[in-house]
């Protein structure tokens, strides 16, 4: 009990001298020679999705169809043209630290004539060549097409172009009549077969005809084995954007807010059957206001679900959510960009989404280091307790105009670990989320997340949260924003030195006299891993900060 209390005063009295000091902390008087992060792409099948910026990146009109829900698809599709993506202020100038490790996914339009209609006839979807009259740059056959709209997306720095598809075949269900399996079979092989050749790594499989049927999309994702071994193939569970909430193409709502009661539990034992054959499943579209508890309560049921069946070896996409993709083991799917714009009435992005890049480049960064691994190769555990967001929708604010003026919540695990014990959270008041897990290759990460309130709106709970990382070579990304963390290694460690990076940056920093090392014990106050998480911001980016440290002999 003396010790403990011994320790304590201790504890508190090096807290406080740290905040005193990192207030006053020179970077540049502790910038060592060591960068920590590779300089070679990942391996992870991160993509940036051209669907965020078809709908916000346009104008007010186009604006009013995504937020307002007065159009459909076809207006959307029209804005994805070569200009819009390649031009001189394209959308594929973002991300430029990091596009070697993201393909570019050409969502809804890439493959449909600019004044094409298709919302009452979804059958035109899916033919797979590219509308050259909004790509001009692709001429020739259909292989060659798609050819040089990779060549495209390589010639701007990304590792390659994606293609989004409908969960049919082109023509299918024209004149309410469905081809049959030998046709479908047919046309996928041929599809399967102008990817390998063009070089296309990654099928996007979305809404259409047989989106619900499982049978289709195993024959798809056998396929491209059989004709495109390189081709990555991403399969879904097209549902509404609320876990149990109400919309109109899902089942009827219990409205607990929570992913493993939906569809009284059908939902989810559906990801689950994906799982078991598919190398991607996307977690699906959410609301920008609730998309931290909807997401994560999605990736963490799955993940337990199938924890530790070492088989399971698909990877979970949780889309626009790159801290939670990069400290969870999964993929992302992102889809912010600068060139979104504001228009008054519309508060679509109300987290400034349009001024948080350096998020994608920490999150995709981290992953060179920590590369996402299938859903059943690490033992996930989630804390009993939950905690609940809620949103008041009003009209502008989202697409889903069924809601407005109508108040929902969601909720998720406050504590989600993956191969880890639970950690220690203290907060005074309701906590954030707090999420960690430790790679196969010994790599741990951590974040923390900010809440949403009807009442409160957006706030941001600091916690305290210690953390058993047992081996403490490798190296450990801090995520987010914090009172305090606590890193409990397996060995004595006071000898050492900590090292530590913006996970956006190059240069690192010895921070050992910032902190407090005792024992087996890392001591962090969250003022330094806000400063040194921040120190390569990118002017006027609005990021939350992301670290990597690794203990130095």
Same mark, same amino acid.
């Given at each position: 009990?003396?010790? =403990? ?9 090096s807290f ?14 502790? &910038? ?6 590779? %300089?070679k ?6 993509? @940036?999705c ?27 599709? +029209?804005?994805?043209? %070569?200009?819009?993506? #390649?031009?001189?202020k ?22 449909? !004539? ?8 979804r059958?035109?979807?899916? /033919? ?10 692709c ?16 010639a ?11 969960a ?38 979305d ?16 396929? +491209? ?15 509404? !954007?609320?876990?149990?909430? *109400?919309?109109? @193409?899902? =089942? ?14 059908? $939902? ?19 609301? $920008? ?12 049921? &799955? ?10 070896? =698909? ?23 600068? +060139? @979104? ?16 890049s ?21 033992? $996930?555990?989630? /804390?009993? /307790? ?8 009003k009209?502008?604010d989202? @697409? $889903? ?13 406050? &504590?989600?670990a993956k191969?880890?014990?639970? !950690?220690?959270v ?22 923390? #997340? ?7 709106g957006?706030?941001?709970?600091l916690?305290?949260v ?37 996970l +956006? ?7 050992t006299?910032?902190?407090?090392i005792s024992?087996?014990? &890392?001591v ?16 006027? *980016? ?12």
């Amino acid at each position: 009990m003396i010790k =403990c209390l011994l320790f304590s005063i201790i504890a508190l009295f090096s807290f406080t001298k740290c905040k005193q000091t990192t207030k006053e902390l020179d970077l540049s008087k502790s &910038i060592t020679n060591l960068n920590l992060i590779p %300089e070679k792409s990942g391996t992870t099948p991160n993509y @940036w999705c051209t669907w965020g910026s078809q709908n916000y990146a346009i104008d007010s009109i186009t604006l009013a169809n995504s937020t307002f829900g007065v159009g459909g698809h076809s207006i959307i599709a +029209a804005k994805l043209t %070569e200009k819009n993506v #390649f031009g001189e202020k394209g959308w594929a100038k973002a991300f430029k630290k990091v596009q070697k490790d993201l393909y570019i996914m050409f969502d809804v339009g890439w493959d449909i !004539p600019e004044k094409e209609n298709f919302d009452d006839n979804r059958w035109k979807l899916g /033919s797979q060549i590219v509308a050259t009259d909004k790509f001009p740059s692709c001429s020739g056959s259909s292989v060659e097409k798609l050819k040089k709209l990779n060549e495209l997306t390589k010639a701007a720095g990304w590792r390659g172009a994606g293609i989004w598809i409908p969960a049919h075949a082109y023509l299918d269900n024209k004149n309410n009549k469905l081809l049959s399996h030998t046709e479908l079979e047919k046309f996928f092989t041929e599809k399967a077969k102008w990817a390998n050749e063009a070089g296309i790594e990654y099928w996007k499989v979305d809404y259409g005809t047989r989106g619900g049927d499982l049978e289709f999309r195993k024959m798809l994702t056998r396929i +491209a084995k059989e004709n495109a071994p390189k081709l990555y193939v991403e399969h879904a569970r097209g549902g509404g !954007p609320l876990n149990d909430w *109400d919309c109109p @193409w899902d =089942c009827p709502s219990n409205h607990s807010g929570e992913f493993s009661k939906w569809c009284d539990g059908s $939902t989810l034992d559906n990801c689950v059957k994906i799982t078991e054959f598919s190398q991607i499943l996307r977690t699906y579209d959410v609301t $920008t206001y609730l998309s931290i508890p909807t997401t994560l309560d999605r990736v963490s049921q &799955i993940l337990a679900k199938v924890s530790g069946k070492s088989e399971n070896k =698909c990877i979970l996409n949780c889309e626009d959510e790159p801290y939670l993709a990069a400290t969870l083991n999964c993929m992302m799917g992102i889809m912010r960009n600068p +060139a @979104w714009i504001k228009v008054s009435g519309y508060n679509y992005d109300p987290l400034n989404m349009n001024k948080r890049s350096d998020e994608v480049i920490r999150a995709v960064r981290w992953q060179r280091i920590a590369p996402a691994i299938g859903a059943g190769e690490a033992t $996930t555990m989630l /804390s009993s /307790s939950r905690l609940t967001d809620s949103w008041l929708i009003k009209r502008g604010d989202s @697409w $889903t105009s069924w809601l407005f003026n109508k108040e929902v919540k969601q909720s998720a695990p406050a &504590i989600v670990a993956k191969n880890l014990a639970l !950690p220690d959270v203290k907060c005074d008041g309701e906590p954030p989320y707090i999420i960690v897990s430790k790679q196969p290759n010994g790599a741990v990460a951590m974040a923390s #997340f900010i809440r949403h309130n009807t009442k409160k709106g957006f706030y941001y709970p600091l916690a305290e949260v210690s953390l058993e990382i047992g081996d403490c070579s490798m190296p450990v990304a801090i995520f987010g924003r914090f009172k305090q963390v606590k890193l409990i290694a397996n060995k004595q460690i006071e000898n050492c030195k900590i090292i530590a990076q913006d996970l +956006a940056g190059d240069s690192s920093y010895d921070i050992t006299k910032f902190i407090q090392i005792s024992g087996q014990i &890392i001591v962090l106050p969250g003022e330094l891993i806000e400063k040194i998480g921040l120190s390569a911001a990118t002017l006027n *980016d609005e990021s939350e900060p992301g670290m990597v440290l690794k203990v130095a002999d």
